[in-house]
């Protein structure tokens, strides 16, 4: 006991800025102590032995939307919100969801080979032997096709990677890529090839990625093994995720007969996943050129990237059909403030039996549920509407939270204060990404969360790792891009969002797979169920006071401190950009390239390009300027000193701040995202592009579009300040 | 025709500071005129068919020390050094050379394995079936010796991964251990496995070095074969190189009686190289931690540290014999200056058939010698004498040149100007290293000779791939380790030396294997001896430019210029150091690293280390700003224009100015290294280091040597700077 004393007067060394404070952003006096109150029995109330049965039960079956298991699955969790005391139902919308009808991939020269496209059951693994509903290795939204043609390595095909291919001498128009898994968001994967005249793409799990390079495979360790392969959407998202057919608004009409050919998010070409263990003699048959150093993976032997004399056939078909998928959505009526919405979700549906993905996030949000409950029953009442949303679809296209938040869309601006997400959680360290303006809700319900297996904090756990590797250890959100629910709150509605979870310290490299299992969780993932559960008391914790608040626990400074640094970032890029390109050009000309290359492997020499010209950053140095100055304004603003009226008023205004932030015609080519600050790149996929429009335009090298997106980016940007200022006067009453 | 003219025009604007000056350093006026004339017929003497026919006999056997295919290489060079017209002789000496009597490497739990250690014969490789005379996989200068243990797999095995397995709570004593090539010098692994306790040590290629990872393997390409595996010295060269029994003097007693327990440069555990092919079955066995994700390589499993459960058995017992070492020394005596001497060698012995390694330089120096004598024959005669060496006995040691210069010891640091080395040489790019005074001298050379694939000049495709890796494309010479025969001239007789060859664009994965063929070197590492040619070129030009010149073509500024920047170094490594210990034990005392760590892996956390005081670096910095300014003094220095006797004295007091830079006593626990601005690292084997009494004591945390060593070492820069100052004082005539 003396030991762990010494530990924790230690441990307040470490503890970042935010910690040493006791406070809870937006209480004050009375509020503050009852919150505090409210809070000291909490922990308490947390059970793991629940989300233990309720994993368990909700992955005995493959659970996809669509499948009668996530009915099921819905109905459960719909039953226990409504023991729990939640005003409980089920929204169903039906978006297209296609299946496979027939899967052929075969090396037909130099020998011929048959890619098995299974994944065995292995021993101790209980529902790995499951086949019935079992949904087979294929990516979401792949096209119909039936090709043939030379094979092509091509990395993680991204565009960099086809810009070396070309300096190589290799062009895949008419062929077949196949890519490894990373680098970017599988969807990125047929998009590129496509762009560049591919005819078929397989995108392959490289043992580099998780399978024995990282760690002993399943089941003696938690690691891919060799004839697993990685399911997931190719569904072009980053233009708009959710149903292809109804982009905008909730797929409600379940009686449609559906169109493919209407859907522009579907891949131009066929696309299937495949396992290193059917990768390998496809691979190996590669001649041409050594693939550089980097493309290498961890198959023993030498990497090419062809093409050929590998020749690949591709057919696939799918079930274009629409498929139910079943939102859980509960209600617990706030007292006081019952308009404004705090909203809690996470999705159910699986790739197949889905433990750790996503039924781990799902059991902590259920947990979170019950314990409200059970301090309901006690008597107590948000003053704030609490919200908790169980989303189907999420693997194929965010399908559950998309369509459910553009058929509500007009309430959800109205209502919702902010969007608090997770995913898969697992055994490790804290990690949080979002609207910056909650860094410090997220860092004090860190602050007040023992981590299990250390009894720090798990703020200060967090803060330790970040600076034993050499990082800043003060907690900042990260700005979100794409890969979950919170999409279309954040992107399209303009709603303050988050997603967070737990981990780093497990061996997970089964994801998408059928090995995502009960039996794989609870040796390699989260084997005590200690993590669903500290994510489920971060997560309370953050609606508990969300709800309780007496002014938004939102801040306007750590946006306009994220404007102003993105601002300077695109700047640098555009100066970096002009730097080497005038660099490259001169060495171009001088004949440098030429003399370097080796003159037996006949590379294709790089061609000057257009130098970089200087753009007008004005409207966006002048519009980040203005939003530091306004976001002081609003952040000294006392509410609880303001007249009720004044203070409803001025909340209301921070509420629907971050709306302003949205333009109505959102990016160029992408209607859809509408959100200035941040969006899923269109060629990264989940990474995040900062001033998206901006950044794109100039790393594409599109000055026009670069200034148009400088000047509107701007605009909106000013807009917002312009609001914050002006909430802000008419709080002091000026 | 038309297009090369353009080419080369724009090539000119790539063309370093170097390059397009078109005078010769140290030549002036009338001999400039005389030199520029000698040397416009001079490509059109060189030939590619001699020296094919010279590889491909003197690669037929294998031809070690102490075989009689390396007495008959030696024979066969000095016929030709004696038909082109050189007073040649074979000048022998009698190291200490073991070769294997038993090799038996076996696991005995999980399973029993047997380790092949064979190198099979493959097809298309003429001497790779060759049995007789044939060393087998081994490293020269291990102790016998007959351990079994626990294996441990240790990565490089240098300092720092011993220091990573402590965190990770594995020790190494009293166990094997495995450690993969590369990273180090071979010979550092079984020393710094000794120090940490254990018992024995294997050495494997893993294919990541060497292997499939870097390209297709021999026959089908040129990279390392599953069962290839290796050789290579161990002996502890850092400290002396050469015949461990008489250090300092030549081995020159033929009857000695050797008592390899005097040897102090023999390994302290018995250490055996073996091919991937015999470490899978080991390193596949091992469990405990799996291994950190920089020590992974590119075998088909996950890599784990051990210890055991394999458990091995390693018995190695040696013939510990004398050998003899045939050097070949052909000497063309100066007309003008026959008592300085220019030294031009390589050695002729190999592992083996040693086709690139040595074969391809040694038939570059032969070539440069016969168009040495076809000049001669022409009339011509060097000023000085030119000295060609051909040496035996590198590969267990750098025998042959360490024992032939220690023998000369004395009319060498009175007569040596210089002594220029080459080793392999492959299809590729210009590089050298050496004494930075010698810069101009290569820069020059590599200017005026044209490479054979592009038609540009060599320092220009030099340039244009320093400039495409974004780096500086001035040259300048790096300092020397070890690694080859020029170490006993530099750093333990103060010669001015230079290494060059050509390289980058081969497919050399043989390295110290039966596969370092012949057939192997015309596939895959110069097939058209284009680049053999090209290094006799470069060479020759040297020679013939050392030889020819007025004044000795050697700088100072470039000597001042490196010393100034490592003692920058030095100061900024101990101030580095300094804030990474006390940000380090910060973190400790705040118990970050304990939070950080994973606490199911019970990582043995790191302990508060001392703190790194200021230290007094005056001394050194003062001798460098002296260095700078004598430097300066004596390159203005007007050579041609002074009195015969005067610049006679002048030139003899630059000729050993070198040697004022090494100290009697030498480096702490080295004596034999005596310069004090480089070294063999201690820890690093070939690797240089730079003011290595300085730096290696700052690295080892030893502050009060370190403290000396600054005295110490910038005692001796003054005295160089003041022996520079008098020559240039002396020539003005002041």
Not at 149 to 162: C, H, M, R, S
Not at 293 to 315: D, I, M, N, Q, S
Not at 651 to 659: F, G, L, P, T
Request: one cysteine or more; charged letters at 25%.
């Amino acid at each position: 006991m003396k030991k762990m004393a010494v530990l924790f007067l230690a441990l307040q060394m470490i503890v970042s800025a935010q910690g040493p404070e006791r406070g809870l952003v937006g209480f004050r006096g009375e509020s503050l102590a009852r919150e505090q109150k409210l809070e000291s029995g909490l922990d308490g109330l947390f059970q793991r032995q629940g989300q233990q049965e309720w994993m368990k039960r909700m992955t005995a079956a493959p659970h996809h939307v669509g499948s009668p298991a996530s009915r099921a699955v819905a109905e459960f969790m719909a039953e226990q919100f409504r023991a729990w005391g939640y005003e409980t139902t089920i929204e169903t919308f039906y978006p297209l969801f296609p299946t496979p009808r027939v899967r052929v991939l075969e090396m037909t020269a130099p020998e011929r080979f048959t890619a098995k496209l299974e994944e065995p059951a292995v021993e101790g693994d209980a529902t790995s032997g499951i086949k019935a509903g079992n949904l087979p290795v294929y990516n979401a939204y792949s096209i119909d096709g039936d090709v043939s043609g030379e094979l092509v390595y091509v990395n993680y095909g991204v565009p960099a990677d086809y810009q070396r291919l070309k300096e190589m001498g290799v062009d895949v128009k008419g062929k077949i890529v196949i890519a490894r898994y990373g680098g970017s968001w599988r969807g990125i994967k047929p998009k590129v090839a496509a762009e560049n005249g591919a005819v078929g793409c397989i995108i392959y799990s490289d043992p580099s990625g998780d399978g024995y390079f990282q760690g002993d495979v399943y089941p003696k360790g938690g690691y891919r093994p060799a004839d697993s392969a990685q399911r997931g959407s190719v569904m072009d998202m980053p233009v708009y995720p959710g149903d292809p057919l109804t982009p905008g608004v909730g797929a409600t009409d379940a009686k449609r007969t559906p169109d493919p050919k209407q859907a522009q998010t579907v891949t131009k070409i066929p696309v299937l996943p495949i396992s290193y263990g059917d990768a390998t003699p496809l691979l190996r048959a590669l001649g041409g050129r050594v693939a550089p150093e980097a493309w290498r993976g961890a198959l023993p032997f030498t990497y090419h990237v062809g093409p050929g004399p590998a020749k690949v056939h591709l057919k696939l078909e799918f079930d274009w059909k629409l498929a139910p998928a079943h939102n859980v959505v509960a209600r617990m009526k706030g007292s006081e403030k019952p308009d404004e919405w705090v909203l809690r979700g996470n999705h159910h549906d699986g790739w197949n039996f889905g433990a750790a993905d996503p039924i781990s996030g799902m059991v902590a949000v259920m947990e979170e549920a019950r314990v409200l409950g059970e301090l309901a029953k006690k008597g107590w009442r948000p003053k704030r509407t609490v919200v908790f949303l169980g989303w189907d679809g999420e693997e194929p296209a965010l399908l559950g939270s998309t369509e459910w938040a553009e058929q509500h869309a007009a309430e959800l601006q109205k209502h919702a204060v902010v969007y608090i997400n997770s995913d898969s959680t697992s055994r490790g360290f804290l990690s949080a990404a979002g609207t910056a303006g909650l860094e410090k809700l997220v860092a004090q319900a860190g602050r007040d969360v023992t981590d299990p297996q250390t009894r720090a904090s798990t703020l200060e756990r967090w803060s330790a790792r970040r600076k034993v590797n050499g990082q800043a250890d003060e907690l900042r959100l990260g700005a979100l891009g794409s890969g979950s629910d919170y999409t279309v709150f954040l992107h399209h509605l303009g709603i303050p969002s988050l997603n967070f979870g737990f981990g780093g310290e497990d061996s997970y490299g089964v994801y998408h797979s059928n090995y995502d299992s009960y039996d794989h969780f609870v040796r390699f993932v989260d084997p005590d169920f200690q993590y669903t559960l500290a994510t489920a008391q971060v997560g309370a914790r953050m609606v508990l006071r969300l709800a309780n608040a007496d002014a938004l626990p939102v801040q306007a400074a750590p946006v306009a401190r994220q404007v102003s640094q993105w601002t300077k970032e695109v700047m640098e890029l555009a100066e970096k950009m002009r730097k080497e390109t005038q660099k490259r050009n001169e060495m171009i000309r001088a004949g440098a390239f030429k003399l370097a290359a080796d003159p037996r492997l006949h590379d294709v020499l790089p061609e000057v390009e257009g130098e970089v010209p200087y753009l007008n950053f004005a409207p966006l140095e002048n519009a980040a300027a203005r939003l530091e100055r306004a976001a002081k304004l609003v952040d000294q603003v006392d509410v609880a000193a303001l007249p009720a009226e004044k203070a409803a008023k001025f909340e209301e205004a921070m509420r629907v701040a971050e709306q302003r932030l949205l333009r109505e015609e959102g990016l160029p080519r992408r209607p859809w995202f509408k959100h200035v600050l941040h969006a899923p790149g269109f060629y990264t996929g989940y990474g995040v592009k900062t001033l998206p429009g901006v950044r794109e335009a100039i790393e594409q090298r599109n000055w026009k579009e670069a200034e148009e997106q400088i000047g509107k980016t701007g605009a909106t940007i000013n807009g917002y300040a312009e609001w914050l200022e002006k909430a802000a006067m008419e709080a002091s009453g000026r």
